[in-house]
């Protein structure tokens, strides 16, 4: 089985209303959904669930994306930020092979903008286990 790694963005006022709406479009493997704060606005939030991958995969729920997660440095990050990740470290060049010292990258979710990378400090807020979620 392979899966893939879920991101909804909320905010905190929208937690519950937020792995509600989670809970009720996915099967969460695994039964649990991490929440991490970002350091730099305490009420955004940044749910993190998987899901079994499959081939008509719809994106169904608002504000999500699909991440990959390095465990050994708790980054989370898109292909698109890893890919400037490794631009910004290596003369400007895109080369696959290229390794990245992630642990300069701890605790951080990469994304990218208009501006380039975007270098999101986090904290693990909270975890839900999913079996004891009152609806």
């Known amino acids: 089985m392979k899966t893939q790694l879920l991101c909804t963005f909320t905010r ?5 209303e937020t792995i509600d709406i989670i809970i009720t479009c ?3 493997l695994y039964d649990k959904i991490y929440i991490f704060q970002n350091q730099d606005d305490l009420t ?3 749910c993190t669930y998987n899901i079994e991958l499959v081939d ?3 994106e169904n729920i608002e504000n999500t ?3 990959h997660r390095k465990k050994q440095s708790n980054t989370l990050y898109t292909i698109n930020a890893l890919n400037e990740v490794i631009r910004s470290k ?7 092979r290229y390794n990245v010292d992630w642990s300069e990258y701890q605790n951080t979710l990469l994304l990218t903008n208009e501006h380039g ?3 999101v400090p986090t904290k693990i807020f909270q975890i839900v286990d999913i079996k004891d979620w009152n609806k």
């Open 56 to 58: 008509n995969y719809e």
């Open 65 to 67: 994306i699909s991440l």
């Open 26 to 28: 996915n099967e969460i």
């Open 44 to 46: 955004q939030l940044i």
């Open 90 to 96: 290596n003369n400007g060049v895109l080369d696959k």
């Open 117 to 119: 990378l975007n270098v």
């Open 12 to 16: 905190q006022s929208r937690l519950n």
